[in-house]
């Protein structure tokens, strides 16, 4: 599967589970995303073909295609809940109090290829949305862009995005610093 692809995927199943009491997160949501409790008492919002079956058997979690982003405090979750537009959106690079982990895994020639960036890391920029749909579902989405520098001192990126709402607090996305 391509990044273009994985991205399709992400946009026509972009919605994640609700963020109730643990044992209710994922009650009638689709086997294309997933809520899940995680040991800290934050959520991973997960997107991707099968991704529940998936996370039922970790053993398949290696070989899957999905988008996540973990770590999502119920505070940001219930943020988001309280605007107009249910959504709430930060820049990956800012720092902030509890950072945020962004993971894209998807198949290549060479294997499964993950990679994963906290927020405030200054070699990514781009924008992560916590969004509430209309089912009252928690949706984590992002923009990543992944910088590298060669050995000649050259930056370049690689984009990863589920696609972003229209957000009037939108952050700006810069490069790296």
């Known amino acids: 599967m391509t990044r273009s692809s994985l991205l399709s995927l992400a946009l026509v199943t972009a919605a994640c589970a609700g963020c109730h009491e643990p044992e209710e997160v994922n ?15 934050n959520y991973d919002l997960f997107v991707g073909p099968g991704i529940s079956d998936r996370l039922a058997h970790p ?16 505070g940001l979750i219930e943020a988001a809940r309280r605007k107009p537009n249910r959504v709430v959106s930060l820049a990956i690079n800012a720092p902030t109090p509890a950072p945020l982990t962004l993971v894209v895994s998807y198949p290549g020639r060479r294997g ?6 906290k927020t ?14 209309d089912r009252g579902s928690p949706v984590g ?22 696609g972003l709402l229209p957000d009037p607090e939108m952050p700006p996305s810069i490069g790296p610093h």
Do not use: C
Request: glycine residues 10%.
């Open 120 to 133: 405030g890391d200054p070699m990514a920029s781009g924008v992560v949305q916590i969004w509430i749909d």
């Open 141 to 162: 989405l992002f923009e990543l862009r992944r910088w590298q520098r060669a050995a000649d001192g050259k930056l370049s990126s690689d984009t990863y995005s589920t």
């Open 59 to 74: 053993d398949e979690l290696g070989r899957a295609a999905y988008f996540m982003v973990g770590d999502v405090s119920p």
């Open 112 to 117: 499964v290829k993950k990679i994963a960036v």
């Open 27 to 41: 009650a009638g949501e689709s086997h294309d995303r997933h809520a899940r409790l995680n040991a800290a008492g």
